[in-house]
């Protein structure tokens, strides 16, 4: 079947590799062959190569009351989490339909991850009874609608590292039990099949770590032992996938010196690099070096977020302090100076977590 009458199919596609995003659930309603199209990978590899993908932020973010602002001499309730999503490019700020049956928000302190076209929301903290959570929701950006996946198994699991390989595995490890013994377990989320396995445990407990994919492989970073509590280590795991193995540097410090122990908040760039917000630097690692790019803004030193563009800018979400309004900055690799993003006051909630997706 064509995908539009009377219209070469390359050029049909050539029109729907232009769309918005946005446009996808529409598209994907309009007939099965439309959804079957866009939804195939190879769409997607050639939007992007193509220049017309597009970069998204997701973020989940706290909701902004003004009138809850006003009341004075009360308990301050506990704030009610959502997803953002920051289109850097053009600075357009808009929400997620939230996760239905979800009133009170989404799980504190949840995980976000991206893989292909979907939104992957794993973990987190009830915000009602703050009981750990092992859920799973998955939004499709393709047809706008949340779905529940397979919850997380081995046992209530909070504060663990978390990142994907962007293509099909979300990668969890380390965090906490119900008894805050701090994990050495791992394990490993098929979005496609819905499926868990497990992964090989790492060397040492990290409770409370940082992660990120980059290089093929899943980095687990800081975190501390159960006896250690708080004092953060500056080491770091690697997980090679295609070995399905850790690969310890437990001898070799990830961090350098004089960079906080405090997990930094890292974003991994195409051409290899490493990128990370440690106290109030931005840092770069190539090879097995750490170097200052340059001083974040005073207004979002204290960092919730990071991504590295396609371009090689970095966006950087933050504040000046915890309980200051969320700003973000782009930093103009080219330019090499800070331009920063609007921001509308519904979007100046505190964030706990975020991905970074190209669609």
Known sequence: MELIPDLLDTLARECLLRTSYKQ?????????VWKREISLPDFLRHRKASGHSQELVVL?????????????????????YRISVLEPESGLWTE???????????????????????????????????????????????????????SMPGGPRSFFACASDSERNVFVAGGHDEDKNALTSAIMYDVAEDRWALLPDMGRERDECAATFHAGKFHAIGGYATEEQGQFSKTAESFDVT???????????????????????????????????????LMVKSGDTWQKVVNLPDDVCNV????????????????????????????????????????????????????????
């Open 304 to 359: 919730s977020y990071m991504a590295v563009r396609r371009s090689g800018n970095v966006v950087v979400i933050g504040s000046a302090r915890y309980g200051e309004p969320s700003v973000g900055y782009n930093w103009d690799m080219k330019n090499s100076r800070w331009v920063k993003l609007e921001t509308h006051e519904k979007y100046e909630g505190h964030v706990q977590a975020g991905c970074f997706l190209e669609i």
């Open 24 to 32: 996808f659930p529409l598209i994907s309603s309009v007939c099965k």
């Open 243 to 281: 070995m399905r193995q850790w690969g310890s540097q437990e001898e070799k410090e990830f961090l350098a010196h004089g960079m906080s122990t405090w997990p930094p908040v890292c974003a991994a760039a195409e051409n290899g690099e490493l990128y990370a917000c440690c106290r109030r630097d």
């Open 96 to 150: 997620l339909p939230p996760v239905p049956g979800k009133s009170n928000g989404l799980p504190l302190f949840c995980r976000l991850a991206s893989v292909g076209t979907d939104l992957v929301v794993i973990g987190g903290l009830d915000p009602v009874t703050w009981r750990t959570s092992d859920s799973v929701y998955i939004f499709s950006f393709l047809t706008s609608t949340w779905r529940s996946g397979t």
């Open 60 to 80: 989940s973010q706290a909701r902004v009351d003004p009138v809850s602002q006003l009341r004075t001499g009360k308990t301050i309730p506990t704030p009610v």
